[in-house]
Every structure is written in structure tokens, then in C-alpha cells.
């Protein structure tokens, strides 16, 4: 059965620093992994989608990388800024289902 | 691009009445639409996938008969959620994938709060 853990659950820092989230999921036989962002109360907002067959994915100051072997993802954000405090979530699309498989999310709180 | 909505936004009901929430794909065909729940402080947990015209597929641990999944269109998933009680007081979230899309993409609606006095 398939479990994405994220460490750390929550994150607070001061603005400008450039940030690392983690993501790990236990079965390496996925079909993507989809970053999302989380404002309290709200839906999701897709930040960044890796294939299987990519290494990294890059959106302005977000990067996302993919280690499918080791069974890693990290989220990368440079520079960060009051407006990325959210729960960041990735999710894991295992091979040959249409499922999404959500992590346990990461609180981030940028203060000025 | 790629819009979904779900409607309402937010619902307060007394226990044992039913509610039902729409979720639709705006401006692309969905054939699959996926249901999802949402305590507080947790992670999204998916409830069922829904494929246009054909039954819905439930979890392991949701009621199918009181979790109520209808796709009658392209467009159109909707979620009944019937005898409601305070327990299934959530934050139920929809997403779709849509029919050209091959990299199983999936876009998400802003979610319905759903309170059960």
C-alpha cells in the first residue's frame, strides 16, 4: 500500500530564505507526482506535475525534483515571501490508476 | 484553462436530512471525476472515482449507500450525501481529469464545507 509521508509538518520562517520541503513515498511505481498548494479553508492549487520519466520541474521561483528509486520529491522555493504561507501537499499518482495518493501536508508560514 | 467548480460552497444542515454537491468541469470534458474528504488538519482522503455513465468506485470504508455518486455528463459529477450526521461534517473536495489529457493531470474545485448540526 502505497504512504507519502512529508517532513516537516510545519515550517516557519522569516522572509527570503529559500526553502526545502520533503516528500517520501514507500512504492517507487508511480505514473506522476503533482505538488499542490493549500490556502486555509480553500481548494488546491497545482503547482507543479513531474512524470515518472522526468528529474525536476521548474515554475518562477518553485522547483520540484523527483527521485523515483529512492522513493523522494523535494520542493524547492526560492526567496520566499509572506504570500507562500499555505500547506504545501504533494500527491503521488501510482502506475495504472487514476488515483491520487495525498501526503500528510506541510504548514509554511513566511513572516515579514 | 481548466476550471472546476463546486457548488455550494458551503452548507449547514440538521442531522438526517440529505445534501447533495455538484462539482463540473467548465471548460474542458471531464471522463473522470474523483471525490475527496477533508478533516481538519489532515490531508485529502479519496471518497470514490467517478467515470461518466457507469458506477462509481468507493474506497475501502465508505458507504456507497450513503455516499450517493452520479456522472451523467461530461460535465457533471454530484455527491449526495444522504442521513447526514455530525460525524460527516467535512470539507469535501472534487477533481476532475480531463478527456484529451494524457498525463492524468487532475484539476480541483475549490471545495464544499459541509457542517451537520
Known sequence: ?112 | GAVVSQHPSWVICKSGTSVKIECRSLDFQATTMFWYRQFPKQSLMLMATSNEGSKATYEQGVEKDKFLINHASLTLSTLTVTSAHPEDSSFYICSARGLERSDNEQFFGPGTRLTVL
Open chain 1, 1 to 112: 500500500k502505497q504512504e507519502v509521508t512529508q517532513i516537516p509538518a510545519a515550517l516557519s520562517v522569516p522572509e527570503g530564505e529559500n526553502l526545502v520541503l520533503n516528500c517520501s513515498f514507500t512504492d517507487s511505481a508511480i505514473y506522476n507526482l503533482q505538488w499542490f498548494r493549500q490556502d486555509p479553508g480553500k481548494g488546491l492549487t497545482s503547482l507543479l506535475l513531474i512524470q515518472s520519466s522526468q528529474r525536476e520541474q521548474t515554475s518562477g521561483r518553485l522547483n520540484a525534483s523527483l527521485d523515483k528509486s529512492s522513493g523522494r520529491s523535494t520542493l524547492y522555493i526560492a526567496a520566499s515571501q509572506p504570500g507562500d504561507s499555505a500547506t504545501y501537499l504533494c500527491a503521488v499518482g501510482p502506475y495504472n490508476t487514476d488515483k491520487l495518493i495525498f501526503g500528510t501536508g506541510t504548514r509554511l508560514q513566511v513572516f515579514p
